[in-house]
């Protein structure tokens, strides 16, 4: 049972583009939505992440969108770079359970194209 | 200490040998957690620690598998009798019990190969 969804699979984006990555979850009792990096090789990075009681985040070129009647939240990178090159999780937190362990989405290959 | 250290980065073992890895989390991080990550998927939960307890297990955790964090400190996951469906990247995470903030930090992992 998927519960995080993520599209697309993998994106192409040419550098100064934006990049956009969606996900949607069905377990209201999630309430935290943090959003990972992850280069080749290499453990996942937290980005950014955001709390259902807010509809938008912003850090520097990186925003979180989040929809909590649609139960659906994303991720913009403006200005893509060749750097930002990597695959991208959502993820969910269920607030019910103590223990805080993260359910992740399939993943987005990002590639920014120079 | 200036992350999650995890040994070793790459293994190759035959299919029914035991395999252990290892995780040193952040020092003052009392909660550790295990995923597992097949190749084109997103992390899967396996357990988690709360200081020396291990207070879940996932369903993906077969009576192969086997983790402990003795006295709280490092954590160790044991696989007997390796299968080739193990394949995968073990990852461990460490985060500090502050509230409802879930600031995670994951290591590098290790890279299993069951031939």
């Known amino acids: 049972q998927q519960q995080v969804k993520q599209s697309p699979q993998s994106l192409i984006v040419q550098k100064g583009g934006i990049s956009i990555i969606n996900c949607a979850y069905e377990?209201?009792?999630?309430?935290?939505f943090p959003w990972y990096q992850q280069f080749p090789g290499k453990g996942p990075a937290l980005l950014i992440a955001?709390?259902?009681?807010?509809s938008e985040k912003k850090e520097g070129r990186f925003t979180i969108s989040f929809n909590k009647s649609a139960k659906q939240f994303s991720l913009h990178i403006m200005d893509s770079q060749p750097g930002d090159s990597a695959t991208y999780f959502c993820?969910?937190?269920?607030?019910?359970?103590?223990?805080?362990?993260?359910?992740f989405g399939q993943g987005t290959t990002l590639q920014v194209k120079p | 200490d200036t992350g999650v250290s995890q040994d070793p980065r790459h293994k190759i073992t035959k299919r029914g040998q035991n395999v252990t890895f290892r995780c040193d989390p952040i020092s003052e991080h009392n909660r550790l957690y295990w995923y597992r990550q097949t190749l084109g998927q997103g992390p899967e939960f396996l357990t988690y620690?709360?200081?020396?307890?291990?207070?879940?297990k996932s369903r993906l955790l077969s009576d192969r598998f086997s983790a402990e964090r003795p006295k709280g400190s490092f954590s160790t996951l044991e696989i007997q009798r390796t299968e080739q469906g193990d394949s995968a990247m073990y990852l461990c995470a460490s985060s500090l019990s502050v509230g409802t903030n879930y600031g995670y930090t994951f290591g590098s992992g290790t890279r299993l190969t069951v031939v």
């Open positions: 377990n209201t009792a999630f309430d935290y």
């Open positions: 955001i709390r259902p009681d807010v």
């Open positions: 993820a969910a937190v269920d607030g019910s359970s103590n223990t805080g362990k993260l359910i």
């Open positions: 620690f709360q200081n020396e307890a291990q207070l879940e």
